[in-house]
């Protein structure tokens, strides 16, 4: 049971020992054992709270071990001079929505308590509470994090990330051994900024602090050896009936329990089977009338510390001496118990509002019917509440007893599940469900249900080969009868499908389809989802206003009607698509803004999305230290799906390539099986092309030349002009034939490869993607050759400026330096030593052929050092930068 020392920050720190204390007396209180820089640190946290400087507090340890402890005693401290909020987390099968908050319903502003109950968090409740805690300094404690439910930590995580300038001290306690890797409450402690939070983590008390504890002249060994130093196990040990050190805290738990009366112990095992505490009513009303023989029991359990609570509730100690006392109930009495709570819940007038709790002593009460009825219930309320993750649980929990369940209900309940498991990116256990519900729809003879489920599956599976299958399938069904809204999905559905198999002629063809028949339909969020699909796929085949109108369209409207999802997709595909066209103007201004959308609704998935987006245009234009920073913030969240996370391990390793720091063929192997095996965000051709370009860089031309051979058939499928001739510029820059082809091609590529490298050159200057103006230089003359080395060395490029060198060493070139862009790595502007002489003409307002003149250099390599510069320092203009440097930014 002992565990090795924790530490606060660096420092190993005293840990804290709860003496036996009865809350209910008023008296000096007793010294919290080794704690003073436990006591210190969350007393700090409350004084910065008060300059405006809030934060958040994590203390975290295994059950026992004090953190209640620490948490009353700063709460008790402070509760006179500022405003106090202490709040626990249930241990129910689902816990309740914003449980928390509702126990602190009576303190809040009736506003609030109104926002509470709308089901509106990101767009209502969230804003509101945090603006509450602007008004005056407050210390906010959630107990017990590792039992909330999903939209506690959606609160936690929304106010924990925007703290800056707010009068608040948030302490967080959680059970740090009880969290499996993937348990969300990682995620979201995962994503708290690390300049606002600090993190404490409660060890074990040393053998001197139990032996005070214990009150014994010298030490007691035997006592801290049975316990571990855990200090609420000494406390129930040394509340033992004295006859020796028992040998498990459960049997030193119920030695306390054994020593009450028989009322008084039969009032404990009542109170035993309800989690977190029992209000003082409904542990009366379990009583019957017996007002003086519950007081006289209570009086009791309260003298021996059985209980600890206040006029309005009551609870254990800690929650581990519940769970011991309701675990050593025969199964009957517990069960029995667990129907008498239910029973008193639903005579309640607030009934409606306790589903969860009701839901978990149904359950425990093995009552079937009550599960059956409640649970689908309190699913859809936590729906409401965002609480996505509790509401699938419900909705399982339900569908335990499915033989009970009617084929309607049936059906209706998993769709639901469906829906909450797709939401929190359970996708296989979402498909299932649809699986399910499609079988029950079969039976039933249902057409229009059975397309819409195989519909969904489509896109549950969409990177699997039997998603193309479940789309056809659902078209074949629907076309059965009058069109409507399923029909409308289902061949938006099928252009997604199509589009991820590089098919998007086709794909062009379905989504046309669905946006007129959702024009039909009329429903806004039909009518979205249409038009953003129908959009990017017009948008991957031809970049033009009338499809970016209509993703343009299909933002407005969602967010119009409130449709948060709709609105998010619509800011990927706007900023994926000005991605594909080279529109980084677009695509900057789309990601900033969806960025801050979905960072204001925590929606992280998106925000990785936007992310990765706007870092592959940071690659384009030769922002290369923004992609790697852009890198460095994907790797920090903690809540990427693997699919993410293989596609930043690709482009580190891009990055790493193109700066010439790693390079390995067996790496890049690895990396390449990821993209048919649809383990990344990227599609075949771009995973192709990656590989590709890493070979080249290393001058393994075979190699490269293979990895484009085998991934054109697709891209010519495809249809798409700028995933082919992306893919096709790469054979004649490793020496080999191009194939004859009768497909169109994208400018830029189609210019290199009919040998007009210039035209080719000056089209990807005019886009901004540097690192493409070059390599488009190296089918050209020697001054190609030379700008080209030029640029390279600019980016940073090692790589491709030795390839270029020895190119023009072959043309008799001599001089060129070696260890390009060396210069620039100890330039505070990231200049190379080229760069900075350039940069201090151009201050003095030479013109690029006065500056050409001077360092004998040509027009153009000094025209592409001056974009270079310009790049560099994010600047438009020459008159820009000027203006810049004189500001002395």
């Known amino acids: 049971m002992a565990k090795i020392a924790a530490t606060i920050q660096t420092q190993r720190s005293p840990v804290l020992g709860v003496a036996p204390v009865e809350p209910l007396q008023t008296r000096p209180e007793a010294p919290l054992l080794e704690r003073e820089d436990v006591l210190a640190t969350l007393n700090a946290a409350i004084a910065d709270a ?13 059950a026992g071990i004090g953190k209640s402890a620490v948490v009353a005693r700063i709460a008790r401290q402070h509760d006179a001079r500022i405003r106090t909020l202490v709040a626990r987390c249930d241990a129910m099968f689902t816990p309740r929505p914003l449980g ?3 126990d602190l319903a009576e303190r809040l502003p009736p506003s609030l308590g109104q926002a509470l109950h709308a089901g509106q968090t990101y767009n ?18 959630f107990e017990d994090l590792h039992w909330a439910d999903a939209a506690t930590l ?22 740090d051994d009880e969290l499996a890797l993937a348990h969300p409450l990682r995620q979201v402690l995962g994503s708290l900024p690390g300049a606002s939070t600090q993190r404490i983590m409660l060890a074990p008390l040393s053998e001197a602090a139990v032996t005070q504890m214990a009150g014994h002249a010298g030490p007691s060994p035997h006592l801290y050896r049975v316990t571990g130093g855990n200090p609420f196990f000494v406390t129930e040990v040394l509340a033992g009936d004295g006859g020796g050190v028992p040998l498990s805290v459960r049997d030193a738990v119920l030695a306390r329990l054994g020593g009450l009366t028989p009322a008084a112990r039969a009032l404990a095992q009542q109170a035993s089977v309800v989690p977190h505490q029992i209000e003082r009513s409904l542990l009366e009303e379990l009583h019957g009338p017996g007002a003086i023989a519950i007081d006289g029991s209570l009086d009791e359990c309260l003298e021996r510390g059985v209980l600890i609570g206040d006029r309005e509730s009551l609870r254990f100690r800690h929650d581990l001496a519940r769970v011991c006392i309701e675990q050593s109930l025969p199964p009957e009495r517990r069960s029995e118990l667990h129907a008498q709570v239910f029973a008193a819940l639903g005579r309640r007038v607030d009934a409606a509002a306790l589903l969860a709790r009701r839901v978990h002593h149904a359950e425990q009460a093995g009552l079937v019917d009550a599960v059956i009825d409640l649970a689908p219930r309190a699913a859809r309320d936590a729906a409401a509440a965002s609480a996505h993750r509790d509401a699938a649980a419900l909705y399982g929990l339900a569908l335990q007893h499915a033989k009970r369940l009617a084929p309607q209900a049936l059906a209706e309940i998993l769709e639901a599940r469906a829906v909450e498991c797709g939401l929190i990116q ?3 256990d979402a498909a299932a469900a649809r699986e399910q519900a499609l079988e029950v729809h079969r039976a039933s003879g249902d057409l ?17 080969p039997e998603a193309l299958d479940y789309a056809q399938q659902a078209v ?16 938006a559905d099928m252009a997604a499908v199509l589009t991820v198999r590089a098919r998007a002629a086709d794909a062009l063809q379905w989504g046309r389809r669905a946006l007129a028949l959702a024009e039909e339909v009329a429903e806004p969020e039909t009518l979205a989802y249409a038009l953003n699909i129908c959009g990017s796929v017009e948008l991957s085949l031809k970049y033009e206003e009338g499809a970016l109108a209509k993703l343009e369209r299909s933002l407005a409207l969602a967010q119009q009607h409130g449709l948060d999802q709709k609105v998010a997709l619509a800011y990927v595909n706007l900023a994926g698509m000005a991605l594909v066209n080279h529109d980084y103007r677009r695509l900057l201004n789309y990601a900033e803004k969806g960025l801050a959308f979905a960072l204001s609704r925590d929606l992280d998935f998106i925000v990785a999305a936007l992310y990765l987006r706007r870092l592959l245009g940071w690659f384009d234009v030769g922002r290369w230290r923004d992609a790697a920073a852009e890198l460095e913030r994907l790797d920090a969240m903690p809540a990427l799906l693997p699919r993410e996370r293989n596609t930043v391990r690709f482009l580190w390793a891009r990055l790493r390539a193109l700066l010439g720091t790693a390079n390995d063929a067996a790496e890049w192997q690895e990396l390449g099986a990821l993209g048919p095996a649809a383990q990344t965000e990227m ?3 771009s995973v192709a092309l990656l590989c590709a370009e890493a070979a080249w860089l290393r001058e393994d031309l075979e190699a490269a030349e293979h990895i484009i051979t085998a991934a054109l058939p697709q891209a010519i499928e495809s249809g798409e002009s700028s995933q082919l001739g992306a893919l096709l510029v790469w054979l004649p820059r490793c020496g080999a034939k191009l194939p004859p082809l009768q497909t169109a091609i994208a400018l830029p590529y189609r210019l290199e490869i009919e040998g007009k490298w210039q035209a080719a050159s000056d089209a990807w200057g005019e886009l901004g993607c540097v690192y493409e103006q070059a390599l488009a230089l190296l089918a050209g003359d020697e001054a190609a050759l030379r700008a080209a080395f030029d640029r390279f060395e600019s980016l940073g490029a090692r790589p491709a400026a030795d390839i270029t060198r020895r190119r023009l060493r072959k043309l008799g070139v001599l001089g060129l330096r070696r260890g390009p862009y060396s210069g620039s790595r100890s330039d505070p502007l990231g200049l190379t030593r080229r760069e900075r002489e350039i940069c201090e003409l151009v201050m003095q307002g030479l013109s690029n052929a006065a500056i050409a003149a001077r360092l004998h250099r040509s027009e153009r390599t000094v025209e592409h050092h001056v974009a270079g510069i310009l790049d560099k320092f994010r600047v438009n203009s020459r008159g820009e930068l000027i203006a810049l440097t004189q500001r002395g930014e």
């Open 50 to 62: 008060a300059q405006g400087h809030g934060s958040c507090v994590l203390v975290a340890g295994e």
């Open 100 to 102: 928390p908050l509702v």
């Open 124 to 141: 209502g409740l969230f804003p509101a509470f945090l603006d509450w805690l602007r008004q005056t300094t407050t210390l906010l404690v």
């Open 154 to 175: 959606d609160l936690v995580r929304y106010v924990g990330r925007r703290l800056d300038g707010v009068s608040a001290a948030l302490v967080l306690t959680y059970r």
């Open 426 to 428: 359970a996708l296989d």
């Open 448 to 464: 229009r249900a059975q397309g819409w489920n195989l519909s969904r599956l489509a896109t549950l599976r969409i990177t699997r």
């Open 476 to 491: 074949e069904l629907l076309e059965q009868m009058p069109p409507g809204r399923e029909l409308a999905w289902a061949c």
């Open 683 to 685: 599609r075949p051709a």
